[in-house]
C-alpha cells in the first residue's frame, strides 16, 4: 500500500518542471503496456475530485449526458514561467507562486 500510495501521489502532484512527470509517464507507460485500459487517480485541484487517463477511448462508451448553460467564467492569468510582467520585471514560479525578482537588492 506504501509503494501505491507514492505512485499516487506522483501522478496527482501539480508541478512546473516537466522532468517532475518522467516517473509517472513511465508508470502509464508500463501499465499500458500490460494491457490496462486507463489509471484513476486522485485530483491535485480539486479534493475529493478523481481525473482518469484513458489509454484506448475506443474502448469507452458513453452511458449518459446532459446539457449544461454557462452562466459564468472566471478566467485568471499570470506571467509565465521565465516571462516579464508588465512591469518588466522577470518572472518565476516557486510552490506554484509566481515570484519577481528584485534588482534593488541584486544591485546592492
Known amino acids: 500500500m506504501y509503494i501505491m500510495?507514492?505512485?499516487?501521489r506522483a501522478f496527482s502532484k501539480p508541478t512546473?518542471?516537466?522532468d517532475d512527470y518522467i516517473p509517472s509517464q513511465i508508470i502509464a507507460e508500463y501499465l499500458k503496456n500490460l494491457g490496462y485500459d486507463g489509471i484513476r487517480y486522485n485530483?491535485?485541484?480539486h479534493f475529493g475530485g478523481?481525473?482518469?487517463?484513458?489509454f484506448n477511448y475506443e474502448k469507452c462508451e458513453a452511458i449518459s449526458s446532459q446539457d449544461f448553460r454557462i452562466e459564468?467564467?472566471?478566467l485568471t492569468?499570470?506571467?509565465a514561467f521565465g516571462c516579464a510582467n508588465n512591469q518588466g520585471d522577470?518572472?518565476?514560479i516557486n510552490?506554484?507562486?509566481p515570484l519577481y525578482l528584485d534588482y534593488e537588492k541584486l544591485i546592492k
Open 5 to 8: 500510495r507514492m505512485i499516487q
Open 72 to 74: 459564468d467564467i472566471k
Open 16 to 18: 512546473n518542471d516537466s
Open 90 to 92: 522577470l518572472a518565476y
Open 50 to 54: 478523481v481525473n482518469l487517463t484513458i
Open 77 to 79: 492569468a499570470r506571467a
Open 95 to 97: 510552490d506554484n507562486n
Open 43 to 45: 485530483s491535485s485541484l
